[in-house]
Every structure is written in structure tokens, then in C-alpha cells.
């Protein structure tokens, strides 16, 4: 069978796709890719339908020995990248033969970096997604990250035209890594529970990104947030950041005991007790997903219109990309 | 002299545990791909490893410190 050689699995990288939409209510976070734009372009580079499986490596990038003829893509944080040796271009369609082994160097922008292989990854499909979930090891390959050794299935190449080796994405269309990621954010749906002072500060704060920071969620600190004094509601935790139990949505940010807030992200518990105060926005979870431990971030606050517009612009660069590819 | 990185940001231990010994002091010999040091991040510790061979001349980050990627680490004289 054709597939992929894992030389080395890197730090942590997984098989991702858009996610397992669907089964939230049965507490099933959705996972998938937590760079959406980023795993999207890499796939439209190589041909690929846009929600094809493809690698999300964080940190630290595997290396991979191709055993037939493939277009590979490297998209998401800033890397070099080595084919057999040779540098190759990121946000670029690369062909490779049986026996090219592709390598990443030190990252020096950004903190997850997306590689999609024509014909994506050919791992199962369970309930509908091929994304890993890690927690509790169902999806991707075998339900856990890659390690040192593995044969990654791949699928069959796509039929069709595909994107001419050396066909790029447009610098103006990739993401950049600025000093502080600005994440547009909904306040809502808890943020009663702050004083005014304290929403104040919590969008006035930089925070940084601490150790604790993975798939599930990002912990920061820089701040201490207070709560307005209440009698504890029945059914509700003694922690004046808790509330009676409501479901969270992706990009929710709570804060237990007033400082370290933390943002839950794809494959985060889906439910609970904290007082969410604030959504980030889906298209700026791409940009946190950039952001590594030590880095800065800050909330701006947005309405609903804006967010859905700032949706509609993420789709339209898409759009464009693959108009580029086409001509 | 060889200067070894961080791979990795994240919490930066010399010892394997609390308490512990140090994996590596300074002026003692490290071989490569030995273990000299730790990196917490993501829930995980992660091993870091030399990868040059030597003796170790000066560590430039202390036990519990946070490190940054491609934070200098330590300086090995090569053998």
C-alpha cells in the first residue's frame, strides 16, 4: 500500500480535517484543524477537495518519506522546509517522488504548521470526520498523535486538474504573526458575572500565553478579573465564576477563580460550570491557533455582524486562492 | 563551541523529577542525543536532547525558568 513514512512523529501532529460536526450535545467536541484557513489553502494547493485530511504538526515538524508520485503543500506558521535535502517553498505546490523525504526545520513564525498530500490522508472516517481526538484516541490514526515508525494511508489521487507544480498562494493572502494576536471576540455569554471594571480590563489586558496550551485550550495570564457579589444560585459551584452548568461554545473564553482565562478550542469539554464571558470568533481562532506559548494575545470586542462578516472574509480569501490556482 | 536550542517554549527543568539529580552539570560530558534537559508544554514534559557532543560548559537558563523557542539552552565545548 502506498502511504507515508513517519521517520519522526515531531512534537505532536495529528490528522485533522474540518471537523466532526454534529455531535456536540452528546459531548463530543467537533476537533479538526485548529488553522482552518491555513489546512483549507494547503489542501486547495495540492488539488485536494478543501475538506480533504491532511497533518497539523505543532512546534516541531515530522519527517516523511513519500513512497509514490504526490503534490504536497506546507501552509500555517513560518518554517523551512527541506525536500531530500533541497529547500523547498512553503504555500506552494511541491511534487514529490517515492523516496523523497520531507523535512521541517525550527519554527520561526507561528505554532502549527499544515501539510496536505494529494489524494489526503486515507485514515477511516468516523462519524463523518477524519479528525483525531485525542482524549479519548477515536479518529485520525488510531486515535492519536504520530510517532516514529508509522505507515500513513493516503488516499487516491484526486482525478482532475491540479494546481501546475510551483503554483503559490499570494503573500497578501497568508497569515501573518504579529507581536500581540488581536482575537475579535463576542462578549457574552456570562459576562454578567464581571464587573464593569473587570470587562473593561479583560479587553484593555494583554495577555500571555502560558505552558498550558494545546487542541483543547489556550490558559493565559496578565490580569485578575472580579466578579459581581451574588448569592450562590442553586445548582451553581461556590466559585463566584461559576454558574449553573450551560454548554460552551467553541472559542469560549472562562475564567476560573478570576485570573488565567482560558480559551477552549476544538477538542475542548463541550459543557460545564464556568461563566463564559466572551466567544472568540471563528475566524480569529485561526489566529490563536498560530500563537505559541510566551506569545501575546488581546480581546477586541465585535457584535454578531461583525464576526459573520469577518466569516465571510476568511471564505472570500479562500475563494480567491482557488481562483488563483485555476488560471 | 556549540550553543543548544529550545525546540520547544514551555517550562524549562534540569531534573528529571522534583528533588531529583540533574540530568547534566556543569563541566561534565554530554554525548549526543542524550538527555540534558525538560521542556513542560502541552501537558507534556518533553526530553530535550544534545546534539553535539562535549563537555558542558555553562547552562544559560535556570531550572523552572520560562523558555522561548530557539532560546539559547546551554553551551557545549565540543570533543
Known amino acids: 500500500m502506498n502511504g507515508l513514512i513517519v521517520h519522526t512523529g515531531g512534537l505532536y501532529t495529528t490528522v485533522q480535517d474540518t471537523g466532526r460536526d454534529g455531535y456536540y450535545e452528546i459531548g463530543m467536541p467537533p476537533s479538526g484543524a485548529l488553522d482552518q484557513f491555513s489546512y483549507r489553502a494547503a489542501n486547495l494547493l495540492v488539488g485536494n477537495p478543501e475538506g480533504a485530511a491532511a497533518l497539523e504538526a505543532t512546534y516541531i515538524g515530522p519527517e516523511l518519506e513519500f513512497t509514490d508520485d504526490r503534490l504536497v503543500a506546507v501552509t500555517g506558521a513560518d518554517v523551512p522546509v527541506t525536500l531530500s535535502g533541497e529547500p523547498v517553498k512553503p504555500w506552494e505546490t511541491i511534487p514529490v517522488k517515492a523516496g523523497d523525504v520531507l523535512s521541517f526545520a525550527m519554527i520561526t513564525g507561528g505554532a502549527r504548521v499544515y501539510l496536505a498530500v494529494s489524494g489526503g490522508i486515507g485514515v477511516p472516517d468516523y462519524l463523518g470526520s477524519r479528525s483525531t481526538y485525542t482524549l479519548t484516541g477515536l479518529g485520525g490514526f488510531e486515535g492519536r498523535k504520530l510517532a516514529d515508525g508509522d505507515r500513513l494511508p493516503l488516499g487516491e489521487r484526486p482525478v482532475g486538474t491540479a494546481p501546475a507544480p510551483g503554483s503559490g498562494v499570494s503573500e497578501s493572502l497568508r497569515p501573518s504573526f504579529p507581536e500581540v494576536a488581536e482575537l475579535r471576540t463576542v462578549v457574552g455569554l456570562c459576562s454578567y458575572r464581571l464587573t464593569d471594571a473587570a470587562l473593561r480590563s479583560f479587553l484593555e489586558t494583554t495577555w500571555k500565553v502560558t505552558k498550558d496550551a494545546d487542541r483543547v485550550g489556550y490558559r493565559l495570564r496578565g490580569g485578575t478579573l472580579d466578579f459581581v457579589e451574588r448569592e450562590q444560585p442553586f445548582g451553581a459551584g461556590s466559585d463566584p465564576a461559576n454558574v449553573v452548568d450551560l454548554g460552551y461554545p467553541v472559542g469560549s473564553i472562562q475564567v476560573p477563580g478570576g485570573d488565567e482565562p482560558i480559551v477552549l478550542l476544538n477538542d475542548a469539554v463541550t459543557g460545564g460550570g464556568y461563566a463564559t464571558i466572551g466567544t472568540v470568533i471563528s475566524a480569529d481562532r485561526d489566529r490563536i491557533a498560530q500563537t505559541k506559548t510566551g506569545d501575546q494575545v488581546s480581546f477586541v470586542s465585535v457584535d454578531i455582524d461583525q464576526a459573520l462578516a469577518a466569516r465571510r472574509e476568511r471564505r472570500e480569501r479562500l475563494d480567491r486562492i482557488s481562483n488563483e490556482l485555476k488560471e | 563551541m556549540a550553543t543548544i536550542k529550545a525546540t520547544m517554549p514551555g517550562v524549562f527543568y534540569r531534573c528529571p523529577s522534583p528533588g ?30 544534545a546534539e553535539v557532543s562535549g563537555t558542558v560548559t555553562k547552562f544559560l537558563i535556570a531550572d523552572g525558568d520560562e523558555v522561548s523557542m530557539g532560546q539559547d539552552i546551554m553551551e557545549v565545548d565540543g570533543a
Open chain 2, 20 to 49: 531529583a539529580e540533574p540530568y547534566v552539570a556543569e563541566g561534565s560530558d554530554v554525548s549526543e542525543g542524550q538527555t540534558i534537559a525538560l521542556i513542560e508544554v502541552m501537558k507534556t514534559f518533553n526530553e530535550v536532547k
